[in-house]
């Protein structure tokens, strides 16, 4: 296992609220990203990180902002929870080309009521 | 027009029946093919890959890919109860680190 660690890993939030999930690794890898996966979408990228402070929007990054202010740490803010971001949440992780396989956490599921 | 596309299911096959997963794709650039399988309420996991054109096998598992046509396959032999998961496939180009993946394509192998 490549050591990725989201929390919380479940989570009910209210509309309008601020929601902040976290990722965590252990392998000193380069690269990770924020994905959400809902049915009929699959996963579908959010904002992605190249290295420490550097970040990238993906194709669904509306409404989410991300921060990595260390190799091994990456967050994803909600700022202003809605109903449509209900969704499971994953993070992911890779060293970067060439090697292009992907380890992904456990998930959070994120509920906004 | 999305860069891969794929079948999201549900596929639903008895034990040791021989399944056959598909995806295309539109992106030529592609070289790696990759295969994640995702078991419910976690997160995918490396399944196999290949590289370029051909077929690839590993156990009851083959992937098979054909650049002239963008089309990649995984078949799998005698399947079992416990290879039900969601399958997604994801086409990367060897010098990119944007990871793309398929919907996925949910498959149901009844005992």
């Known amino acids: 296992d490549a050591g990725i660690t989201q929390s919380p890993r479940h989570k009910v939030t209210e509309t309008g609220t601020p929601v902040t999930l976290r990722c965590h690794q252990t392998e000193n890898h380069r690269y990770m990203y924020w994905y959400r996966q809902d049915p009929g979408h699959g996963l579908r990228l959010i904002h992605y990180?190249?290295?420490?402070?550097?970040?990238d929007k993906g194709e669904v990054s509306d409404g989410y902002s991300v921060s990595r202010s260390k190799t091994e740490d990456f967050l994803l803010t909600l700022e202003s929870a809605t109903s449509s971001q209900t969704s499971v949440y994953f993070c992911?992780?890779?060293?970067?080309?060439?090697?292009?396989?992907?380890?992904f956490g456990q998930g959070t599921r994120l509920t906004v009521v | 027009q999305k860069e891969v596309e794929q079948d999201p299911g549900p596929l639903s096959v008895p034990e040791g029946a021989i399944v056959s997963l598909n995806c295309t794709y539109s992106?030529?650039?592609?070289?790696?093919f990759m295969w994640y399988r995702q078991y419910s309420r976690k997160g995918p996991e490396l399944l196999m890959y290949?590289?370029?054109?051909g077929n690839k096998e590993d156990g009851r598992f083959t992937a098979q890919v054909d650049k002239s046509s963008k089309y990649i396959s995984l078949f799998i032999r005698d399947s079992q109860p416990s290879d039900s998961a969601t399958y997604l496939c994801a086409p990367q180009m060897d010098s990119s680190y944007k990871l793309i993946f398929g919907s996925g394509t949910r498959l149901l192998v009844r005992p």
């Open positions: 992911a992780t890779s060293r970067g080309p060439p090697d292009t396989e992907a380890f």
């Open positions: 290949t590289y370029s054109s």
């Open positions: 992106n030529s650039a592609f070289q790696y």
């Open positions: 990180s190249y290295g420490v402070k550097d970040t």
